[in-house]
């Protein structure tokens, strides 16, 4: 187990910067998932934690060590890939044998060890068939004991379950999430499926254009976005987004929508005084739909545009006056399609963000 740390990393490729200067550390022993949309640099920072790829700048340590020059079979990690990369001229048994041949460990050292990692994977039936033979969740698992075979100080994962159906996904989750805390290996875990991290992570990550946009919790990043990026990244569906007016009454700042009057506490005010618009933002969760304003709520007069039935739950998607709003609700709620409604919240779930930097104005 080790601590991973970057220091000023950045990476280009030609004209394209795939990472800005990033510092980060991952903590010895925990569950770090890296999230992103496609192409934010995600994969590139794991191919710079692995030694695949080197940095164009910036430093790599593995504890105290420097391993920003050394390559990948030189830092002592484990490694599984997306597509799982098993060798498919050999068998399961030798795939995870593999890297304790290389390390010329004798035959029947391997042997233990490839069936000490079987039985902790579930797999010891399927030793002796070729990856061809194995679903895609069995395949997964091979590669997990390959990467975990040489007991390695760090398990580096890039989006290794998003080969599999949804529900196999959600079953391997709390697995590997279990395997993990066992195990206490330091984890690095790439994702873009924001549920899969908030899910596993005992720290977030979340990273867009190159740039580290929050490190927090699930809880921190949920509940207190820094920016719009992450607020609107985060949580199925999305937080929803209002642009409204910066008004003044008497000392007060408030925001205005419609004929929606939201006036924050002092420190947010301020914040706001010298804006000419703020960007009011709130999770679909913490809205509740009625005919009549709800009694110390903030409210937003909307029609209803469509109601779609989950089965566990609605996602009613309103307008507020040109604005796209969705609320989840019981699955009782299903207001007429073009009724005029009201959207309630509680004024301590909205945040307010600057329309300029983006920035959470708390
Ligand atoms: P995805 O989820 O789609 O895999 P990602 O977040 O992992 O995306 P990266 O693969 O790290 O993103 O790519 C970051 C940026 O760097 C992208 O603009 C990509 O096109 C570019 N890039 C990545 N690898 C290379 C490469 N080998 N050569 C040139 N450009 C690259």
């Known amino acids: 187990m080790v601590e991973v740390r970057l220091v000023e990393v950045s990476k280009r490729f030609g004209s394209v910067e795939a990472l800005k200067n990033v510092t980060l550390t991952f903590e010895d022993g925990a569950f770090t998932a890296l999230l992103g949309p496609s192409g934010s640099g995600k994969t590139t920072l794991l191919y710079i934690i692995a030694g695949i790829y080197k940095p164009t700048s910036g430093k790599v340590y593995f504890g105290e060590r420097d391993v920003t020059n050394l390559p990948p079979n030189k830092r002592n990690i484990g490694l599984v890939f997306q597509n799982y990369a098993l060798y498919p001229h050999m068998t399961v048994y030798e795939n995870i044998a593999f890297p304790l041949r290389l390390r010329k460990l004798p035959p029947s050292k391997i042997d233990e060890k490839v069936r000490e990692v079987a039985k902790l994977l579930h797999i010891e039936e399927l030793l002796d068939r070729y990856p061809s033979q194995l679903s895609g969740g069995q395949q997964q698992r091979v590669a997990m004991a390959r990467a975990l ?47 899969e991290a908030l899910a596993m992570a005992d720290t977030v990550v979340v990273i867009d254009r190159g740039v580290v946009q929050q490190i927090g919790s699930p809880d921190e990043i949920y509940n207190n976005p820094r920016n719009l990026f992450v607020a609107t990244f985060i949580g199925s569906p999305p937080a929803n987004i209002i642009t409204a007016k910066v008004v003044k009454r008497g000392k007060e700042v408030c925001a205005a929508v419609g004929n929606t009057l939201i006036c924050p506490d002092y420190k947010i005010g301020v914040r706001m005084a010298n804006l000419e618009e703020v960007v009011i933002a709130f999770r679909p969760e913490h809205a509740e739909i009625s005919e009549a304003p709800l009694e110390g709520m903030v409210s937003f007069e909307a029609e209803v545009y469509a109601v779609e039935t989950l089965g566990r739950e609605n ?6 006056g040109a604005t796209p709003v969705k609320v989840v609700t019981k699955p009782d709620v299903r207001p007429q399609l073009g009724s005029r409604v009201y959207i309630n919240v509680p004024i301590d779930k909205l945040k307010y963000f600057d329309p300029e930097t983006e920035l959470n104005l708390e």
Do not use: C, F, M, W
């Not at 100080?153 to 391997?172: G, M, Q």
């Open 149 to 195: 075979v040489k007991e390695p100080d760090v398990l580096l994962l890039d989006e290794p379950l998003s080969n599999l159906d949804a529900l196999l996904r959600v079953k391997i989750r709390a697995e590997l999430k279990r395997l993990q805390k066992d195990l206490g290996i330091t984890t690095i875990y790439v994702t873009h499926d924001q549920a």
């Open 315 to 320: 996602i009613v998607t309103l307008v507020v």
